[in-house]
């Protein structure tokens, strides 16, 4: 009772996030007693966590909060261990598909970095989980316990009621603007210099930042907007579109133009994969009055929002040429350097570790350029590798491996969600970032657990055909 009244109250004063903390904590901790016994139910906490913990971040000042997702995965591991003990009935064998092994030469290779002679051992121990254990451990869990086709779609439901509370957020510091923790983390380091800008604000919601919201209302607005023409039930199909269109519609409030990639890359890759000639010419001429509106007209100028997005179709953009200049300058140092400077030392963030060197004064302002200046060219071609063989390998199970009209329609829509997030991480370092990290590790995971699916669909399909005989 008196929990609630504090949640009343909070909520009347308009400390909306400290009421929605005091809402959930009974249930969290309802959640973990649970999942002592039943893992799963901590693996659906752990996805909670890992979407919320930064907004959260803001507004309770504990250092090193980002531990709590450390505590999750090794409770669940321990929970695990202890219900395969009792119970033995934890498959630890699932864990082992193509995603988690390739995802376990990436962390050998990164483990080895340690032993790189320019590597500090605080910045690779900073950096080691989101690039690599945190990816891993995500594929190995969800291939344990995320074995039914239901596991998918209660993922993507969540997904999708997160994505509306995000742009709920947002639209909240458009509209009653900034709130005192918000102002706070503005006024820390250049975040206000990156978010307050003369052409207009970016938003950054519950995220790390504009560019890592941004992309990820792309991302939602790809999955989810697709997901809506494969879903039967109504209720469902109108909620995955709405969090389709609300995901595109926060991708362009949030000022990030490198978040345009999500969507232009996701629905390349989908024409591709729909085999129809209707949609792939669709979609080339949508591309091409896309690319004629933002880079040939100006159409719009006067919106704050357009004139952002049409800046990024400009290749003499100041910001750019930066980077530009920036990537060669970090060649010209990295060509002597086949394994990279270190896990953990690139980026201004990195001057903690050591300020004097020139990976750590200059912005990587690129995922691919992170992995490429910590591990070298050896280290982003192995990355890229596994990345792209990850897509590879969805694309020939939707196109000619998945039987199931849905499941086919659910596993598209993901991959052209990861692809999407693959090409806007070229121009944002976020793919390592809450929620990006543990969000594409799980979506890649479902891809290789779709067989599986597959067949358990099909196995309900024929159960049905057969009980539908017999009553005839």
């Not at 389709?244 to 133009?257: A, C, E, Q």
């Amino acid at each position: 009772m008196a929990g609630i009244i504090a949640m009343t109250v909070l909520f009347i004063k308009q400390e909306l996030v400290f009421g929605l903390l005091v809402a959930i904590i009974p249930f969290s901790l309802l959640v973990l007693m649970i999942s002592v016994n039943q893992p799963y139910w901590a693996m659906m906490l752990l996805f909670a966590e890992n979407y919320f913990i930064m907004g959260i971040g803001r507004y309770v000042t504990i250092s090193g909060l980002g531990v709590l997702t450390d505590v999750l995965f090794g409770f669940i591991l321990l929970s695990s261990l202890l219900r395969s003990v009792t119970n033995r009935d934890i498959e630890w064998k699932a864990a082992l598909n193509g995603a988690s092994l390739l995802f376990l030469i990436w962390f050998i290779f990164c483990l080895m970095e340690i032993i790189n002679p320019t590597a500090i051992t605080a910045a690779w121990a900073s950096s080691f989980r989101s690039l690599t254990l945190y990816p891993l451990l995500t594929i190995a869990l969800a291939s344990i316990f995320f074995r039914q086709f239901r596991d998918m779609k209660r993922i993507l439901i969540l997904w999708s009621l997160f994505t509306l509370v995000a742009v709920i957020k947002m639209q909240m510091q458009k509209t009653m603007g900034f709130d005192w923790a918000e102002i706070r983390w503005l006024h820390q380091g250049d975040n206000m210099k990156t978010h307050i800008l003369g052409s207009g604000t970016r938003y950054f919601s519950i995220f790390t930042d504009a560019g890592n919201y941004g992309s990820n209302m792309g991302c939602a607005g790809v999955i989810f907007t697709l997901c809506a023409f494969f879903t039967e039930k109504k209720w469902l199909k109108l909620l995955f579109f709405a969090t389709g269109l609300i995901g595109i519609y926060g991708l362009f409030v949030s000022g990030t133009r490198g978040a345009l990639a999500v969507p232009i890359a996701g629905f390349i890759l989908y024409t591709f994969l729909s085999k129809q000639f209707k949609i792939i010419m669709t979609m080339v001429i949508f591309l091409i009055a896309v690319f004629v509106f933002f880079n040939y007209t100006t159409i719009g100028q006067g919106n704050q929002y357009i004139r952002r997005m049409r800046s990024a179709f400009n290749k003499d953009e100041p910001s750019l040429v930066i980077r530009f200049d920036n990537q060669k300058r970090l060649a010209q140092y990295i060509k002597t350097r086949p394994f990279g400077e270190g896990i953990g030392l690139s980026g201004v963030a990195a001057k903690r570790f050591d300020a004097e060197r020139l990976t750590t004064n200059i912005p990587n302002d690129s995922w691919y350029v992170k992995v490429w200046v910590e591990t070298g060219i050896v280290g982003l071609l192995l990355y890229l590798g596994i990345q792209l063989s990850i897509i590879g390998y969805g694309v020939w199970l939707v196109l000619s491996k998945l039987k199931d009209r849905t499941l086919r329609g659910y596993v598209s829509a993901i991959l052209c969600g990861i692809f999407g997030m693959m090409a806007s991480s070229y121009g944002n370092a976020i793919w390592g970032q809450y929620p990006t990290c543990i969000l594409m590790s799980l979506s890649q995971a479902f891809v290789f657990l779709s067989p599986l699916y597959d067949k358990e669909l099909e196995h309900l399909t024929l159960q049905h055909n057969g009980s539908v005989s017999l009553q005839s």
